[in-house]
């Protein structure tokens, strides 16, 4: 038959592990600095906590270092977590297909020209190709297009791309002259305009 339970009976389900005690006096061994040292970062309030990249106060990494560039639309090459890449394949890695086949992500996995399909595939234009291919990817560059069309084959885009957004840009107006200076070009037309005319009583060519 169990013992039956009583408080006496009671013990931890495991073994207390003491805290350090610090600055408890000299004697007993975490007193005085309580085992930060003397001065400096670590040994202030809350030196503990600080956040992650935090290089004590000099210049981090994420700003020495170039920043990516470009776009922050979702179809180009933007920054942060609109970010896309595209797995390049150029057309000189296409030779190693029979002329007249198809040309897809599924089937450069199995040539062995791409590790899998999770990335978007963009042909490139190094390089030559002289069979006729069907080739369907995600993009494919102007000179890669001409070098499989030149060749017989076909290009198919598996995504269509979305057309790119320019801006109208609409021509300035011209200035607006003073109000100043458009009386005083009249003024003086008027004035030609006067001397020009022949006094009354006087015929044309007839010396004064």
Do not use: C, W
């Amino acid at each position: 038959m169990a013992e039956q339970l009583n408080l006496s009976h009671l013990k931890p389900a495991q073994a207390r592990k003491n805290r350090k005690r610090v600055g408890r006096g000299l004697g007993s061994g975490k007193g005085r600095y309580a085992g930060r040292g003397i001065k400096g970062q670590k040994s202030r309030a809350g030196s503990h906590k600080m956040r992650a990249g935090f290089e004590g106060g000099q210049m981090p990494i994420y700003m020495r270092m170039g920043k990516q560039r470009g776009s922050t639309s979702k179809d180009a090459m933007p920054i942060g977590p609109f970010r896309t890449a595209t797995v390049p394949v150029n057309v000189s890695k296409l030779g190693r297909f029979d002329a007249g086949a198809e040309v897809t992500p599924e089937s450069l996995v199995e040539a062995g020209v791409i590790k899998n399909t999770k990335i978007d595939v963009k042909i490139l234009g190094n390089g030559e190709i002289t069979k006729k291919l069907t080739v369907r990817v995600h993009a494919v560059s102007a000179s890669a297009r001409g070098k499989i069309e030149r060749a017989g084959g076909t290009v198919e885009l598996l995504r269509t791309p979305k057309p790119k957004k320019h801006k109208a840009h609409k021509p300035k107006a011209p200035a607006a002259e003073p109000e100043e200076a458009q009386a005083g070009e009249s003024e003086a037309a008027a004035e030609l305009q006067r001397a020009e005319e022949p006094e009354p009583g006087s015929e044309p060519g007839e010396e004064q």
